[in-house]
Antibody, heavy 121, light 109 residues
Framework: EVQLLESGGGLVQPGGSLRLSCVAS????????MSWVRQAPGKGLEWVSA????????HYIDSVKGRFTISRDNSKNTLYLQMNSLRADDTAVYYC??????????????WGQGTLVTVSS | EIVLTQSPGTLSLSPGERATLSCRAS???????LAWYQQKLGQAPRLLIY???SRATGIPDRFSGSGSGTDFTLTISRLEPEDFAVYYC??????????FGQGTKLEIK
């Protein structure tokens, strides 16, 4: 069974930084593109960033470009999200999500339990 | 940017009834790029349907997806108590590469 375990959330002041991690179980981590999806309190889901299995292709939503950096270490089965210049509207539960299959699918079949990021003074 | 609009915002039904949830895209999309998720309070989303009509592993057959072009539907044929939750559609596109609808809350009447 695939398991994704996020960590690194917490309370940070506006303008501060946090680094989220997501450790994946299984031996095929490097075959899968991964994403971060967030959910502000009481709101819907918002995709934030994606990275290909090799790390060579990266995408961001416009609101985080230049502030957030996604990366992965396939030797450690770990996905990261470095978040800088945090703003109040970045407050959310951040989920890591794994594609349903390595190729030919466009959905997230596996999700972590989420880690809460609160940006407040 | 393609926008997904879900309707209704809230759907009030009783167990045993049929639920029909809509997801409309602002322009025609590839059906294989459309998915549906269920999210219960305090939990991560769960994939229900991918490719507009294929059930994910372990999803009961009372859940079905259909549609093409701009109009897509998630149908729950006979509601069970555990089906009351929030449902999201999701699109794989170009910019941004993934988009979610705003969600439909399915509540007990």
């Amino acid at each position: 069974e695939v398991q994704l375990l996020e960590s690194g959330g917490g309370l940070v002041q506006p303008g501060g930084s946090l680094r989220l991690s997501c450790v994946a179980s299984g031996s095929t981590f490097s075959s899968y593109a991964m994403s971060w999806v967030r959910q502000a309190p009481g709101k819907g889901l918002e995709w934030v960033s994606a990275i290909s299995g090799s790390g060579s292709s990266i995408h961001y939503i416009d609101s985080v470009k230049g502030r957030f950096t996604i990366s992965r270490d396939n030797s450690k089965n770990t996905l990261y999200l470095q978040m800088n210049s945090l703003r109040a509207d970045d407050t959310a539960v951040y989920y890591c999500a794994k594609k349903t299959a390595p190729t030919g699918t466009y959905s997230f079949g596996y999700w972590g339990q989420g880690t809460l990021v609160t940006v407040s003074s | 940017e393609i926008v997904l609009t879900q309707s209704p915002g809230t759907l009030s039904l009783s167990p045993g009834e049929r639920a029909t949830l809509s997801c409309r895209a602002s322009q025609s999309i590839t059906s294989s790029h459309l998915a549906w998720y269920q999210q219960k309070l305090g939990q991560a989303p769960r994939l229900l349907i991918y490719g507009a009509s294929s059930r994910a592993t372990g999803i009961p057959d009372r859940f079905s997806g259909s549609g093409s072009g701009t109009d897509f539907t998630l149908t729950i044929s006979r509601l069970e108590p555990e089906d009351f939750a929030v449902y999201y559609c999701q699109l794989y596109g170009s910019s941004p590469i993934y988009t979610f609808g705003q969600g439909t809350k399915l509540e007990i009447k």
